[in-house]
């Protein structure tokens, strides 16, 4: 095993989401609008908001067909296809991410199923400004198994 891949195992196992500084919404860039995919390691399933631990996949590229995937309809009017054309991949190459979905009450209404280590997700978000601090995420949009959810309203 690499001396980096052990040490991203040993980052993945020991990290705890709990521990991380919750950061105010203004302190994320949100004319930046990131792309991440890759394996959940850790999952925080409570409030004030669901978080994933994210090792990113390796060669991670932006899909050509971003822009045109659907999201669902009461999103749209907020940021929609616009924020997933801006989207671009991080600058900093830190293969773990903490991604910061919704409450837990948002999550419910859109039906999200409690994701579990091991699941393969991508999200669209925003980073701290400048990427600088912490890689954290707060995410707008979270695929998974084939959904759409826009984190950011509620479904109804």
């Given at each position: 095993?690499?001396?980096?891949?052990r040490?991203?195992?040993?980052?993945?196992?020991?990290?705890?989401?709990?521990?991380?500084?919750?950061?105010?919404?203004?302190?994320?860039?949100?004319?930046?609008?990131?792309?991440?995919?890759?394996?959940?390691?850790?999952?925080?399933?409570?409030?004030?908001?669901?978080?994933?631990a994210?090792?990113?996949?390796?060669?991670?590229?932006?899909?050509?067909?971003?822009a045109?995937?659907?999201?669902?309809a009461?999103?749209?009017?907020v940021?929609?296809?616009?924020?997933?054309?801006?989207?671009v991949?991080?600058?900093?190459?830190?293969r773990?991410?903490?991604?910061?979905?919704?409450?837990?009450?948002?999550?419910?209404?859109w039906?999200?199923q409690?994701?579990?280590?091991g699941?393969?997700?991508?999200?669209?978000g925003?980073?701290?400004?400048?990427?600088?601090?912490?890689?954290?995420?707060?995410?707008?949009?979270?695929?998974?198994?084939?959904?759409?959810?826009?984190l950011?309203?509620?479904?109804?």
């Amino acid at each position: 095993m690499s001396l980096q891949r052990r040490h991203l195992l040993v980052a993945a196992t020991a990290w705890p989401l709990g521990a991380q500084a919750h950061h105010g919404w203004s302190s994320f860039d949100a004319d930046r609008p990131l792309y991440l995919e890759g394996t959940v390691r850790k999952v925080r399933w409570q409030n004030p908001h669901a978080e994933l631990a994210l090792e990113l996949a390796a060669g991670l590229t932006l899909p050509a067909d971003l822009a045109q995937r659907p999201v669902p309809a009461q999103t749209a009017p907020v940021d929609g296809q616009a924020l997933l054309a801006k989207a671009v991949l991080p600058t900093r190459k830190d293969r773990l991410w903490a991604v910061e979905l919704a409450p837990l009450t948002r999550m419910q209404a859109w039906q999200v199923q409690e994701i579990r280590p091991g699941a393969m997700v991508s999200v669209v978000g925003f980073a701290l400004r400048e990427e600088k601090g912490d890689p954290v995420l707060r995410a707008e949009y979270l695929f998974v198994d084939g959904k759409a959810y826009g984190l950011r309203s509620s479904p109804a």
